[in-house]
């Protein structure tokens, strides 16, 4: 099973992205999907989780400007970004628990840079 993210850019300060995480292989199940972001010298953090019920929580940083969704027929989960400000400058990561050949694993994807500057 592989997670591929992608969507990332640079954008200007009051911009807009949505980046896109792609699971693909022997997939049965996939359960808690996420975004995470890690800025240079900082620590890996979540930014948004999404439920299978469609069940959001999201970072104090992301409330009111990032949406996280998913399309679980296209096994793909989404992070659309709003008035987007350059402490959003981070790879970000996409995260999923995933149900393959009858065990669960905890996967990532391989992280897409968001950028944000004038």
């Known amino acids: 099973v592989q997670l591929q993210a992608s969507g990332g850019g640079l954008v200007q300060p009051g911009g807009f992205l949505t980046l896109s995480c792609l699971l693909s292989?022997?997939?049965?199940?996939?359960?808690?999907m996420s975004w995470y972001r890690q800025a240079p010298g900082k620590q890996r953090v979540q930014v948004a989780v999404?439920?299978?019920?469609?069940?959001?929580n999201y970072a104090e940083s992301a409330k009111g400007r990032f949406t996280i969704s998913r399309d679980d027929a296209m096994n793909t989960v989404y992070l659309q970004m709003n008035s987007l400000e350059p402490d959003d400058t981070a790879v970000y990561y996409c995260?999923?628990?995933?149900?393959?050949?009858?065990?669960?694993?905890?996967?990532w994807g391989q992280g897409t840079q968001v950028t944000v500057s004038s």
């Open positions: 995260n999923a628990d995933v149900l393959s050949d009858y065990k669960w694993y905890n996967l």
């Open positions: 292989g022997d997939i049965s199940n996939i359960n808690v």
């Open positions: 999404i439920t299978t019920g469609g069940i959001t």
